[in-house]
């Protein structure tokens, strides 16, 4: 077993040449930021690329928390400054699109919140394996005043119908492990203790098979199951338009106020507190 | 609290200006006529240009039907004399498809039957919401020798899979409410007990959110998520035509003999009793 | 009741004129093979034209197995001799196409193993219900170095979403009656002993309805349920291409030395087995 780090806070570890993890360890949080976008590009361009590799799992190093959401500190110059991706899309749906596009399996095993970008590239994996009790997903965003920018309006409704990804978009709540699954929101949801296990067995019975086999029964997966990037790229301006308005404005002033982006309550239970901003108005 | 009612049986009442209540009260079966369309026509145009709405229910204040069948006592020519609707198809798929699109979130709350135009008008909101002990489904119109005429062949098969969309739509039995949830036919099915305080929650909490950002990720998933209208336009005219024809003509002629568009066990039970119908032939 | 035996293992029984029950006795393991392909045949022609047919259950009359994996003992130019279908298909596809266009309603029952051709029948089939103990249906092809080749990539990211269907299809392992209707794989499992009377009462319910009334409605299902043919055709080049490679062979010589194609441990957990074979490579 051989262990890379290729960036910083993006670990990528090799659990054999053909199956890898990659796991997301930025405390306190697991908030992704501009400085995460090179990192994960890193990664993705090695899983892309790499001749060996049949299957990656993500994964989180921090307690309670998968992936969250953008970070709203970071100066909108960072942000800004990414070209466009191979795609032609904006940085980060490129990566989340060539995730799903790779000649490689996508495994998020999801422990703790998967909230915003953390949903979106859950999505954007080729499965997703929840805990049963200590996984809530979310998009979170309209609940602030924002629409999701990195694909979840393009992606939920192929999974998991209409209504369903309406209530979980627009009702902006938090989604435990059980409904979840109820809601294919995620392939299954697993007791907590049983989780990894699960996940690296199939891992590591995927990483048995023959890579060809699963590349061509990938890509004739994605034919019919994939948006077009047509349908992905509208999602990241109308985020940025959004984040412009003073609706969005106001209530990210509340959360901020209230404790977003640190440790405790607010980021703990974002579902609930995004429902409690009209009312402090 | 402003209540207002703008048409004789079916309520619209204000809860806030953010959030209204659309109440079917049509005495003794909620069945739906031709009466209903400019009422029902009515409100959709409310919906679809008031600048605060954000959030409308839709739910039922007669016992035990939520919203049922077309009225076959109808004179033809009352149904046939409504104008094209400004989506160019009939009334009634008109006003359906208007629901779907417009610019606030549709929630259905089911309790009692949703049988054919019932199940339908559910179809087209943005979510359904059942009693578990209290909710019947059901396209019940194959059993009568019927095509359905208002969706259901574009709208379930995207919803739950073309399987169970065969199953209830060529069984054309009644679903209950575990069963509907099961399928994803509704979001979820509650303990009748806590049906109403669920919705009313949710439907508080999407108020409380922004207007534009509700309506551009609402448009962002109508993108992939809406079947075309031109799918919708062949349903209603091959309900006409079914309607016309003498196996339609001697089913319903059946029903009616045993109590159909009356109160009791017909109306209470109508996916048994079309499938008795052959036996006596 | 007249019974009909148009192939020899493949039965047609008339269980009614409407109602027909094709049956798989294929002993010892419902393997499919070539000489199975112009039985299959006859009998899709037969449900395609008769004029009072208007359901059909496919089920098996060996223990144990609905219906499994292609025969890979039969010479290549027996499964090469037959020409491409009416579609324009393969023979195999072809016919399956047909079955899911067809003016009738098909019925999967499966209790035993539906692995390869078994599961892709049900797929092509318009509704599953599944033993609850004694189903297993897999795409167990990746697992053996294959690619699948009966449309499984175009029907079951349909059915059940890309992630699930991912699992399914490059995952290659059994799927137990729960799992699958949990997944929606099946309409629904149901307890062993209910299966039977279940489907019996469900097809005898839709052959008491009217044919025009079932037909036109399948058909409007068909416009946005079915997969185009341009989606199914190259899985069978894909399976014909993958057939041939190293890694395929090699898997396949090391299943037939455990005692592929005979009654035993690795036709009954098959799933299990392909799991093995890269630690005895």
Redesign the interface.
């Known amino acids: 077993m051989s262990t890379t780090t290729v960036a910083g806070d993006i670990r990528l570890k090799r659990v054999s040449p053909e199956y890898w993890q990659v796991t997301f360890d930025l405390p306190p949080l697991n908030i992704f930021g501009p400085a995460n976008i090179p990192q994960l590009e890193e990664v993705v361009s090695l899983i892309e690329t790499d001749e060996r590799v049949k299957v990656v799992v993500f994964d989180s190093a921090i307690d309670g928390f998968f992936l969250i959401h953008y970070d709203f500190l970071a100066k909108p110059e960072e942000s800004a400054k990414f070209p466009l991706g191979r795609t032609g899309l904006q940085a980060l749906p490129d990566m989340l699109v060539r995730i799903s596009r790779a000649p490689v399996?996508s495994i998020a095993l999801i422990r703790g919140r998967a909230t915003g970008v953390g949903s979106e590239l859950a999505l954007a994996?080729?499965?997703?394996f929840a805990s049963r009790e200590k996984a809530l997903l979310s998009q979170w965003?309209?609940?602030a005043?924002?629409?999701?920018g990195g694909g979840p309006?393009?992606r939920?409704?192929?999974?998991?119908?209409?209504?369903?990804?309406?209530?979980v978009?627009?009702?902006?709540?938090d989604i435990g492990g059980e409904l979840a699954?109820?809601y294919?929101y995620?392939?299954r949801s697993l007791p907590d203790a049983e989780l990894d296990t699960f996940v690296d067995a199939?891992a590591t019975?995927?990483a048995?098979?023959?890579k060809?086999?699963?590349t061509?029964?990938?890509h004739?997966?994605n034919?019919?199951?994939?948006?077009p990037d047509a349908?992905i790229a509208?999602?990241w301006d109308?985020f940025l338009a959004?984040l412009g308005?003073p609706?969005?404005q106001a209530?990210l002033r509340m959360l901020f106020e209230r404790g977003f982006h640190k440790p405790g309550d607010i980021e703990t239970r974002l579902g609930y507190h995004v429902?409690q901003?009209?009312?402090a108005e």
């Open positions: 399996v994996c080729d499965m997703r965003e309209v609940g005043g924002l629409v999701p309006m393009a939920l409704p192929r999974l998991i119908g209409r209504g369903r990804a309406l209530e978009l627009l009702g902006a709540d699954e109820r294919g995620v392939n199939l019975r995927i048995s098979f023959d060809q086999a699963i061509e029964t990938k004739l997966v034919l019919n199951s994939l948006p349908e509208p999602e109308a959004s308005r609706a969005a209530r429902g901003l009209r009312s």
